[in-house]
């Protein structure tokens, strides 16, 4: 089967969509929903969709608590060429837009992230799900590779731990504080898409470099 990269992309942009309206609808039921619940339906309805092009590994509690210090590990791309992302995931608290675990166990769940994606050569990350309204500007949609994207799709944000650890040593809490060093997970997608004559994996890692290029610009 033939990978369709903007089949891929707009998977990614479909479930940042669906994170956005389930957060929403969990206010206003005064339900909620958890990190592990958005996580989970992500994760099988990607899978599900493109499992040819990404394997996917979830770790149970006990090994994000205690080896891995991430929710999942994502492989991406084709035979011969792979990306391999670890992901520890959060999500925003629509109520009072913040998040108050980025330094949970005092730092540990990111010592164990790091450590774990060093010894196994992995690229970490965190992935912020959060409600976008439509009063809400992110930050970095001032970053000239991201001002054309629309705002919705920060539903689902990637940020690299060197920002994680900024935040934390600035004690920033807030969506408005943490989206400033948040990409869009379609981001990635959506330049692998618009450039289809390199490999996925190599497409992919291409855009991350680019933006976190943008972003040291922007902080120097």
């Keep these: 089967m033939k990978l369709s990269l903007r089949d891929l992309y707009a998977t990614f942009q479909e479930r940042a969509v669906w994170t956005n309206s389930i957060i929403k609808d969990g206010l206003s039921s005064r339900l909620g929903i958890l990190e592990e619940s958005i996580t989970d339906i992500n994760l099988i309805t990607i899978a599900g969709k493109h499992n040819d092009f ?96 629309d705002s919705l799709e920060w539903a689902c944000s990637l940020v690299i731990p060197k920002f994680i650890r900024k935040l934390v040593e600035q004690k920033h809490k807030k969506q408005i504080d943490l989206l400033k060093y948040g990409i869009p997970w379609t981001y990635p997608f959506y330049m692998a898409a618009t450039n289809s004559d390199q490999k996925l994996a190599h497409s992919l890692a291409e855009a991350m470099k680019k933006i976190r290029t943008e972003f040291e610009s922007v902080d120097s």
């Design 54 to 149: 990404i394997l996917t590994k979830k770790f149970s509690r006990r090994e994000e608590g205690s080896q891995s210090g991430a929710d999942w590990l994502w492989c991406i791309g084709e035979p011969g060429t792979w990306l391999s992302l670890l992901v520890q995931a959060k999500v925003v608290n629509p109520a009072t837009s913040t998040c108050n675990f980025f330094n949970y166990r005092s730092g540990e769940q990111r010592r164990l992230l790091l450590n774990f994606a060093r010894h196994y050569r992995l690229f970490p990350l965190y992935c912020l799900y959060s409600r976008i309204t439509d009063e809400f500007y992110p930050p970095s949609k001032s970053l000239p590779s991201l001002s054309n994207v």
